[in-house]
């Protein structure tokens, strides 16, 4: 999976690598499907949602640069994987996701494998988590119309923030917003096809 789905397409950045190395994928995809853990595609978690391909991870994770210590904040815990590659580089995270069910089961697989620098909170991250901001990186790993403002209000002085942005179905760019001396900047990585970033009000209708 490294080798030709990640280096091949040019994720470079070590400690990213070392970390997909150390974290065991088929531990977060349900029993069955796990035989396609490692295979280059999103898989199905239940509720609707699904894991990311696993480039998508590494592309993430290579554009926030985690290092050692620093404060990170998920949105969209879905299985729990994108937050413990976060931690296995050292990171201190603080994850939250909407479905409560998908919730319980990721805090309790990352508990299983001993990543206890992760916290799962369940609920709607559009307000991101204000009592433990600032946070030096910010992942959001479900696609909103625009950037949910009170993200980058939470958003470190040097801090980087990898979101997709657009509509659910067609369109969607992987941005990355970085916070320096008090001034954003952003960028287009790549376009990318994410499940929606809903709200708490969406949820009650289903
Ligand atoms: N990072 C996950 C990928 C999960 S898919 C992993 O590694 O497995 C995206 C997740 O975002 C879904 O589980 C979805 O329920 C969740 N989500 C969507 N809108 C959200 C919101 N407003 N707040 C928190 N989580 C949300």
């Given at each position: ?93 603080f994850t ?100 929606p970033f ?9």
């Amino acid at each position: 999976m490294i080798e030709e789905q990640i280096i091949a397409r040019g994720v470079t950045h070590r400690p990213t690598l070392a970390a997909l190395r150390a974290v065991p994928r088929h531990r977060f995809v349900p029993a069955d499907v796990q035989r396609e853990a490692y295979a280059d595609h999103p898989l199905p978690i239940g509720h609707g949602q699904t894991i990311s391909q696993p480039f998508i991870v590494a592309f993430m994770t290579e554009a926030v640069a985690i290092k050692p210590g620093e404060k990170v904040l998920e949105i969209g815990t879905g299985s729990g994987y994108q937050a413990a590659i976060l931690a296995a580089m050292g990171a201190r995270v603080f994850t939250i996701e909407i479905i409560p069910a998908l919730a319980e089961r990721a805090a309790g697989t990352l508990r299983e494998l001993g990543y206890d620098q992760v916290r799962v909170r369940a609920g709607d991250g559009y307000q991101g988590w204000p009592d433990e901001a600032p946070f030096d990186a910010i992942v959001v790993t479900a696609a909103p119309d625009t950037i949910p403002p009170a993200l980058l209000d939470q958003l470190a002085e040097g801090g980087r923030l990898v979101i997709p942005v657009g509509p659910q179905h067609g369109g969607q760019e992987l941005m990355l917003v970085t916070k320096s001396k008090g001034k954003l900047h952003q960028r287009n990585l790549l376009p990318v096809r994410f499940v929606p970033f809903t709200r708490e009000k969406d949820n009650e209708k289903t």
